[in-house]
């Protein structure tokens, strides 16, 4: 059978068989599949040899290039020993030197690792964990949460509940427990000769008055640190964490910082909670956390967090759990993708990356169809002046044409390439997304 032949098959196959993620899939009639079957650095290859630079890390996962050669390496010894046990009442070797390792990146503050599977069940733990902690600690009333406007935490129940992107939550209202939403930072916000400090300020205002009135009824301040992704690659100034910080603390509210976009130096540090100098209560981690290899989440916390659980009372403990909850080969992966942080020195080699992409963006950064040209750490993102409803299709489609996986949110196109991009493949990647700018029709 041709190689075409059967890639046409297996997208039949795939549209009857699979329900692809967060996609309409009726709009697949016209938008095809893509069948990958093999990927290598930056690069995914589909079934009839066509290749496309994964410029946004498959949905923000990938750190090091797609089957890099020491993950893999580390997964096949890992195969050959443990491929999983249960994590309540055992223990292994992968998950401990995971967490102790993870603690140290922390400066051992945060120095309890809950486990799961996947970002949303990040932060599912950290909202029951507050609320419990709360109540352990005699303040019951503490049941409420409070995230910034444009908010993503994941689309489970209750990180539904703390998201604020109407087009995933709308629908689900009914089912989803109420929570409130403070002004959020996002520089573009800014009035005319407002700097993004200045902004920052002001909402951290927002956010204090909140308090105010309600912290007695509240248990956590949930916030992505530095840049809010799903709503749009959203950028604010570091002081806005710490005076959020000095906040949290002022009320008795804790502060829940969500890096499952943002961590493993995809903000420039290793997370972005230290750009601010200051210590969450909750740190949730997943995607990169693996290298994009495996489904892993975990949530870290304070000792006094940790202490207000432990207890002869059976009932005062955390008595949550994932069949998955530290599985060996995620854990695996993970000291891999730590080892390969720490043996090639990358948030250093980062910044050198970072100039060189800017540098290579100047020309969309001037297009005169894009706007509000950003960039934190290894995130570049850019709104396009376009009057098309179904703008993010039309140029995903025409991205793939020109070997690109651009996955723009809206009118907001993004990069948020692997670690390992090359110059050339950065020149290709700046000079054909300029192009696509220059193709698009005239509004
Ligand atoms: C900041 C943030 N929190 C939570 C999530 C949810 O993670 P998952 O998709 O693994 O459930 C995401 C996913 O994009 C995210 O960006």
């Known amino acids: 059978m041709q190689t075409s032949t059967r890639s046409s098959l297996l997208l039949k196959r795939s549209l009857a068989a699979v329900w692809h993620p967060c996609t309409q899939m009726k709009q697949h009639e016209w938008l095809p599949l893509v069948p990958v079957?093999?990927?290598?650095?930056?690069?995914?290859y589909d079934a009839d040899g066509r290749r496309y630079l994964d410029a946004i890390s498959s949905w923000w996962v990938n750190l090091f290039g797609h089957c890099h050669p020491r993950i893999n390496a580390a997964l096949v010894d890992q195969l050959g020993k443990l491929e999983h046990v249960l994590l309540a009442g055992f223990s292994h070797?992968?998950?401990?030197?995971?967490?102790?390792?993870?603690?140290?990146?922390?400066?051992?503050?945060?120095g309890h690792c809950f486990y799961a599977s996947d970002g949303a069940s990040a932060i599912e733990i950290a909202l029951k964990m507050s609320f419990h902690y709360w109540r352990n600690r005699g303040s019951p009333a503490k049941t409420r949460f409070v995230s910034l406007a444009g908010s993503y935490h994941g689309e489970t129940l209750g990180a539904l509940a703390v998201t604020d992107v109407r087009l995933f939550k709308d629908v689900y209202a009914p089912l989803v427990m109420a929570s409130s939403q403070v002004a959020s930072p996002d520089w573009r916000l800014a009035e005319k000769g407002e700097s993004a400090y200045?902004?920052?300020?002001?909402?951290?205002g927002a956010l204090e008055r909140h308090l105010e009135r309600h912290h007695a009824e509240t248990a956590a301040f949930i916030v992505e640190p530095l840049v809010q992704g799903a709503s749009g690659m959203a950028m604010h100034d570091a002081e806005y964490l710490r005076r959020?910080?000095?906040?949290?603390?002022?009320?008795?509210?804790?502060?829940?910082?969500?890096?499952i976009m943002?961590?493993?130096?995809?903000?420039?540090t290793f997370f972005a909670f230290a750009e601010a100098g200051i210590t969450p209560d909750f740190l949730c981690l997943s995607k990169g956390i693996t290298g994009g290899y495996l489904p892993l989440s975990v949530v870290m916390t304070r000792d006094a967090v940790y202490q207000a659980f432990y207890d002869d009372d059976v009932t005062r403990g955390f008595l949550h759990s994932h069949s998955y909850s530290g599985n060996t080969l995620a854990c695996r992966a993970a000291l891999a993708t730590l080892d390969l942080f720490e043996g090639e020195r990358v948030i250093e080699a980062n910044r050198v990356r970072r100039s060189c992409i800017t540098a290579a963006a100047r020309p969309i950064a001037q297009h005169?169809?894009?706007?509000?040209?950003?960039?934190?750490?290894?995130?570049?993102?850019?709104?396009?002046?376009?009057?098309?409803?179904s703008f993010a299709r039309h140029f995903f489609a025409a991205a793939l044409e020109q070997e690109l996986l651009l996955r723009p949110l809206g009118n907001t196109v993004y990069f948020m390439p692997p670690y390992v991009i090359r110059e050339d493949?950065?020149?290709l990647l700046a000079a054909r997304t300029a192009?696509?700018?220059?193709?698009?029709?005239?509004?």
Not at 198 to 204: F, I, N
């Open 37 to 44: 079957v093999r990927g290598a650095g930056c690069w995914l």
């Open 93 to 110: 070797e992968p998950v401990v030197e995971l967490s102790e390792r993870l603690s140290s990146a922390t400066g051992r503050a945060l």
């Open 198 to 204: 200045d902004y920052a300020v002001r909402c951290a």
């Open 244 to 259: 959020a910080r000095r906040i949290c603390d002022r009320y008795g509210v804790h502060l829940i910082a969500d890096e």
């Open 262 to 268: 943002t961590g493993f130096g995809r903000t420039g």
């Open 368 to 389: 005169p169809r894009a706007r509000n040209f950003r960039n934190t750490g290894m995130i570049w993102a850019f709104e396009v002046e376009t009057a098309d409803p």
């Open 425 to 427: 493949e950065i020149e």
């Open 435 to 443: 192009a696509l700018l220059d193709a698009l029709p005239p509004d």
